[in-house]
């Protein structure tokens, strides 16, 4: 009996432990609304007095005379119009609208500091359309002087331009123009004057290598000459004298006869 008597308390216990029963209190619901930005009416501070209820009176008085300056006070809700939430996301607005400014002049800023960047630099000469198209084939001649030199001459001309220093002439003047090509590319400078140099040392590069021309065609030709007349004195002699002169001799006897010749 008595453990039937227990079981009975014990579900009794366990039934009024998990029982769930919704809460309506319009007091607390009006308290929420009051305390983010729903509602600031006067008429809604409950609990309240009522004379016709003198009941109502204790739970009035324990809730509103106990702070008379919040039920009587200004609306205090932080979301309101002049509220310090709305204020602090206005705030917060006008700083985001500032920053979007700022951050546009930032990016001008830097747009334009890149753009003066690119004008200015060496660093990125090599970038440039108008080098890349024109200018870089142009000069190209300048990265391999020595190649370019005597492209299609005979071994005679180049033997003879060496040893006369005519090839130490132009690869002086070659090295130099390269000299100059390369600084214009280091240099930081406005981008119409860099291509302004480019523009002299290509028209430099084309009359220096026009007067290589000339030279090589003028020494190919009086080799040439002088090895005709080589070999025209040569065949002369042996027709008349029957013998073989070299051209050293052949000069002393022209110079023999001329000292003789004098009066």
């Not at 359309?129 to 300048?142: C, D, G, S």
């Amino acid at each position: 009996m008595k453990t039937t008597f227990i079981l009975l308390i014990l579900t009794g216990m366990g039934f009024s432990c998990f029982a769930q029963k919704i809460i309506k209190d319009k007091a607390i619901i009006y308290q929420q609304e009051r305390m983010v930005y729903k509602q600031w009416d006067k008429d809604k501070f409950v609990p309240e007095f009522k004379w016709y209820n003198p009941g109502s009176y204790a739970a009035y008085a324990l809730t509103w005379l106990l702070q008379p300056g919040y039920k009587n006070g200004p609306d205090i809700r932080p979301l309101r119009a002049g509220g310090e939430q709305t204020q602090r996301l206005a705030l917060a607005a006008a700083m985001q609208v500032s920053s979007n400014f700022y951050k546009k002049e930032a990016d001008t800023l830097r747009n334009t500091a890149l753009a003066e960047f690119y004008n200015y630099s060496g660093t990125v000469s090599a970038t440039d359309p108008l080098y890349n198209l024109y200018y870089k084939k142009e000069l190209a001649p300048l990265d391999n002087i020595e190649a370019n030199a005597f492209k299609n001459v005979p071994a005679n001309v180049v033997l003879y331009m060496a040893e006369s220093g005519a090839y130490n002439w132009y690869f002086t003047e070659m090295n130099s123009l390269r000299e100059r090509f390369e600084n214009a590319k280091r240099v930081d400078i406005d981008r119409g004057q860099r291509i302004l140099l480019y523009h002299r040392i290509m028209l430099e590069h084309r009359k220096l290598a026009e007067n290589w021309k000339y030279k090589l065609a003028m020494s190919e030709m009086m080799l040439a000459y002088k090895e005709k007349m080589k070999n025209k004195i040569e065949k002369g002699n042996i027709y008349f004298n029957g013998t073989t002169k070299s051209e050293d001799e052949i000069m002393n006897d022209i110079l023999k006869n001329r000292k003789t010749l004098k009066p």
